[in-house]
């Protein structure tokens, strides 16, 4: 099992932005490969980005590319997504999970999941 616990979600104005943190405990961290989906009310999880077990691969969403950057670090056992330019739009409820294989952009593939942390923009 591993539990993950995010933070760092708020109120922020357009143009703004925030940090999002997932702590993990349990298993051992590096072997699980992190991402990061939103979802609204009413609509399916989507994915926003995505980041290798070792940090080096790395995949965005289109939406995602060019303003929010996905990092880890294993010797802390997180992970982060910096959001910047945030728009109305990237208001969600944002979860990290995290999976035993390759980064993937499939929500169905990841093994464990955050209680989400919320991100509202206003515009």
């Known amino acids: 099992q591993v539990q993950l616990v995010e933070s760092g979600g708020g109120l922020v104005q357009a143009g703004g932005s925030l940090r999002l943190s997932c702590s993990a405990s349990?298993?051992?961290?590096?072997?699980?490969?992190m991402g990061w989906f939103r979802q609204v009310p009413g609509k399916e999880r989507e994915f926003v980005a995505a980041?290798?077990?070792?940090?080096?691969?790395?995949l965005y969403a289109d939406s995602a590319k060019g303003r929010f950057t996905i990092s880890r670090d294993n010797a802390k056992n997180t992970a982060a997504l910096q959001m910047s330019s945030l728009k109305p739009e990237d208001t969600a409820v944002y979860y990290c999970?995290?999976?035993?294989?390759?980064?993937?952009?499939?929500?169905?593939?990841?093994?464990?999941w955050g209680q989400g942390t919320q991100v509202t923009v206003s515009s």
């Open positions: 999970a995290c999976r035993g294989g390759g980064d993937s952009k499939t929500a169905g593939s990841y093994d464990y």
């Open positions: 349990g298993r051992t961290f590096s072997n699980y490969a």
């Open positions: 980041i290798g077990r070792s940090g080096i691969m790395t």
